[in-house]
């Protein structure tokens, strides 16, 4: 499979009609929505799992701060 550099796939991209580029546009941007949040979940999985494993501490600002100067 052959890798275009981002330059060449702008050049490819420009010489579509308007509306296939502006299609592009939207494509790019909800698939990236997606990966966002993807991403998200992930990370509040691993938190979820932390917090069963008693890895994850409560506590407000100030008690961090009073930890963190100890």
């Given at each position: 499979?052959?890798?275009?550099?981002?330059?060449?796939?702008?050049?490819?991209?420009?010489?579509?009609?308007?509306d296939q580029r502006e299609s592009i546009v939207e494509i790019?941007?909800?698939?990236?929505?997606?990966?966002?949040?993807?991403?998200?979940?992930?990370?509040?999985?691993?938190?979820?799992?932390?917090?069963?494993?008693?890895?994850?501490?409560?506590?407000?600002?100030?008690?961090?701060?009073?930890?963190?100067?100890?």
């Open positions: 499979m052959q890798t275009a550099t981002f330059d060449e796939a702008l050049d490819i991209i420009e010489s579509f009609p308007e790019v941007k909800r698939r990236l929505t997606e990966e966002r949040r993807e991403q998200l979940a992930q990370t509040i999985k691993e938190a979820r799992e932390e917090y069963a494993r008693g890895e994850v501490r409560r506590g407000t600002v100030d008690d961090l701060i009073r930890e963190i100067a100890q």
